[in-house]
């Protein structure tokens, strides 16, 4: 496995942005015409919490083992406190970055990632597991499946706070980022449906909200498989559930 610190320039956000790269080392000794490596590979984009970065996914868990023993590449971008929202009333366009542009400067870096949709998952905590959830349900065309752990899913419920405002507006401008809206368009679009895992630890504040979720994609027709295991918003149970995601859930 290669582990690269990527700096690049983000249209979207109209600036300079970093993210984590674990990419799989092609140790085939396969190479094509035109001298590059002919392997291809599923990719995971992998999303932060909402106190974190696009270094903590590698600082507190072995994600780097577990892709390793998976063969895939995993993307760990960094949204700051933007909720993988287009923001309401500021410039900021997380979710387009993160949704769209990011896996297509991604495969124009790294050839071996693939645009397949079977091979592009999203996951993400807390936060990221909001935004895992979002996007594999708006993206569905681009993303096989989302892995949301301990997602806080609420947007409505959010208090009328000048940062809260900011990503999602107010009153009816909330609707539209929110989960139930985000499963009515995929059903009214008549989109492919992404496979999707979640899981709370049951000491977990979140888990009543996790819980409800889960309720309302199955009550859809959502392929769904839902965990719960002893644990709270930590690193320890988010650690264990990639693993068994990587090594276990996903074919």
Same mark, same amino acid.
């Given at each position: 496995?290669?582990?690269?610190?990527?700096?690049?320039?983000?249209?979207?956000?109209?600036?300079?942005?970093?993210?984590?790269?674990?990419?799989?080392?092609?140790?085939?000794?396969?190479?094509?015409?035109?001298?590059? %490596?002919?392997?291809?590979?599923?990719?995971?984009?992998?999303?932060?919490?909402?106190?974190?970065?696009?270094?903590?996914?590698?600082?507190?868990?072995?994600?780097?083992?577990?892709?390793?023993?998976?063969?895939?590449?995993?993307?760990?971008?960094?949204?700051?406190?933007?909720?993988?929202?287009?923001?309401?009333?500021?410039?900021?366009?997380?979710?387009?970055?993160? %949704?769209?542009?990011?896996?297509?400067?991604?495969?124009?870096?790294?050839?071996?990632?693939?645009?397949?949709?079977?091979?592009?998952?999203?996951?993400?905590?807390?936060?990221? @597991?909001? @935004? %895992?959830?979002?996007?594999?349900?708006?993206?569905?065309?681009?993303?096989?499946?989302?892995?949301?752990?301990?997602?806080?899913?609420?947007?409505?419920?959010?208090?009328?706070?000048?940062?809260?405002?900011?990503?999602?507006?107010?009153?009816?401008?909330?609707?539209?980022?929110?989960?139930?809206?985000?499963?009515?368009?995929?059903?009214?679009?008549?989109?492919?449906?992404?496979?999707?895992?979640? %899981?709370?630890?049951?000491?977990?504040?979140?888990?009543?909200?996790?819980?409800?979720?889960?309720?309302?994609?199955?009550?859809?027709?959502?392929?769904?498989?839902?965990?719960?295991?002893?644990?709270?918003?930590?690193?320890?149970?988010?650690?264990?559930?990639?693993?068994?995601?990587?090594?276990?859930?996903?074919?």
């Amino acid at each position: 496995m290669a582990r690269i610190h990527l700096d690049f320039f983000s249209t979207v956000l109209r600036r300079c942005v970093q993210a984590g790269v674990i990419l799989p080392q092609n140790t085939s000794g396969q190479i094509g015409m035109e001298g590059r %490596a002919q392997e291809v590979f599923p990719t995971l984009y992998l999303l932060h919490g909402m106190s974190d970065d696009e270094t903590i996914w590698q600082r507190r868990t072995a994600i780097e083992r577990y892709a390793a023993e998976k063969g895939c590449a995993v993307v760990m971008p960094s949204t700051e406190l933007g909720w993988y929202t287009d923001m309401e009333c500021g410039y900021q366009q997380y979710y387009t970055y993160i %949704a769209k542009e990011l896996p297509v400067v991604c495969r124009s870096f790294f050839r071996g990632m693939s645009a397949e949709r079977a091979l592009n998952w999203v996951a993400g905590l807390s936060m990221g @597991g909001y @935004g %895992a959830l979002k996007i594999g349900l708006h993206e569905s065309e681009a993303f096989s499946r989302a892995i949301c752990l301990s997602g806080s899913y609420s947007i409505e419920n959010k208090p009328s706070t000048p940062y809260w405002t900011a990503i999602f507006g107010e009153g009816a401008q909330r609707i539209k980022h929110t989960i139930p809206y985000a499963i009515e368009r995929l059903i009214a679009e008549n989109r492919p449906r992404p496979a999707i895992y979640m %899981a709370c630890g049951t000491e977990d504040a979140l888990l009543e909200n996790n819980r409800q979720t889960r309720d309302l994609l199955l009550k859809n027709g959502f392929e769904v498989e839902y965990a719960e295991a002893p644990g709270s918003h930590t690193w320890a149970f988010w650690d264990a559930q990639i693993e068994r995601v990587l090594g276990r859930w996903i074919p």
